[in-house]
C-alpha cells in the first residue's frame, strides 16, 4: 500500500493568515492526490483533486501544487470556516489511502 | 446535486455481520463508482472498497476477506456486509461517490458500535 504523511499534524493559526499543509506519498503518485476538509461531525468534503485543481463551488484562497511525492496544500488568507481537519488522500492505485490528517486551530 | 445517505444498525455484536445500505438520490447510479470509507480515531479513514453500476467491485485487500458491496440498480442503492466483526470495526461509516479519481460526494456517515 503507498503511506501517506502529513505535516505538521496541527497547526495554530489568526484568521487572514497563509497557511500551508504538506504531504508526502511513500511512493511517486503522479498527480493523483486530493485535498478534502471535515469539521466535527460532518463528514469530509473535497477542495481540490489532481494535486491543484479546485472542486467546483470551493473558493480561490484554496490552492494545491505537486507531483509525484511531494505536494502541498495552501490557505491563501484564513477564513472563520476554514478551521478544520485536512486530509490528503492518493487515487494512484487501489487501495486508495488517506493522510492522517492536520488540524488547523485557533491561535 | 448527488445525496446520499446511510441506514442501517447503529450496534452490531461481535463475530456478527454489519450491513449498512446507502440511498443515492440527484444522481444516475451508473454516472460513478459507489463507495464506502469507515473513520475510527484509532485508523483514521478507511477506504472499504467501490462498486459500479455493472456489479463489478473492488476492496481494500485489508479487509477483502470480509466485505461485499453489492448494488440494486432498481432501487438506487448500494450496500455494504461485513462479517466478523470485532470491537476495532467501530467507526462512522461514510457512502461516497468516486469519479475521476476522487471521492466528490459523501453521505452525512453512520456510526456503528460493535460491542455485544
Known amino acids: 500500500d503507498i503511506q501517506m504523511t502529513q505535516s505538521p499534524s496541527s497547526l495554530s493559526a489568526s484568521v487572514g493568515d497563509s497557511v500551508t499543509i504538506t504531504c508526502r506519498a511513500s511512493q511517486s503518485i503522479s498527480n493523483y492526490l486530493n485535498w478534502y476538509l ?42 472563520p470556516e476554514d478551521f478544520a481537519t485536512y486530509y490528503c488522500q492518493h487515487s494512484y492505485t487501489t487501495p486508495f489511502t488517506f493522510g492522517p490528517g492536520t488540524k488547523v486551530d485557533f491561535k | 446535486q448527488v445525496h446520499l445517505q446511510e441506514s442501517g444498525p447503529g450496534l452490531v455484536k461481535p463475530s456478527e455481520t454489519l450491513s449498512l445500505t446507502c440511498t443515492v438520490s440527484g444522481g444516475s447510479i451508473s454516472s460513478y463508482y459507489w463507495s464506502w470509507i469507515r473513520q ?7 477506504w472499504i472498497g467501490y462498486i459500479y453500476y455493472s456489479g463489478s467491485a473492488y ?29 476495532a470495526d467501530t467507526a462512522v461509516f461514510y457512502c461516497a461517490t468516486y469519479k475521476a479519481g476522487a471521492f466528490g460526494y459523501w453521505g452525512q456517515g453512520t456510526l456503528v458500535t460493535v460491542s455485544s
Do not use: W
Open chain 2, 40 to 46: 475510527s480515531p484509532g485508523a483514521g479513514l478507511e
Open chain 2, 59 to 87: 476492496y481494500n485487500p485489508s479487509l477483502q476477506s470480509r466485505v461485499t458491496i453489492s448494488v440494486d440498480t432498481s432501487k438506487n442503492q448500494f450496500s455494504l456486509r461485513m462479517s466478523s466483526v470485532t470491537a
Open chain 1, 38 to 79: 471535515q469539521k466535527p461531525g460532518k463528514a469530509p468534503k473535497l477542495l481540490i483533486y489532481s494535486a491543484s485543481s479546485l472542486q467546483s463551488g470551493v473558493p480561490s484562497r484554496f490552492s494545491g501544487s505537486g507531483s509525484g511525492t511531494d505536494f502541498t496544500l495552501t490557505i491563501s488568507s484564513l477564513q
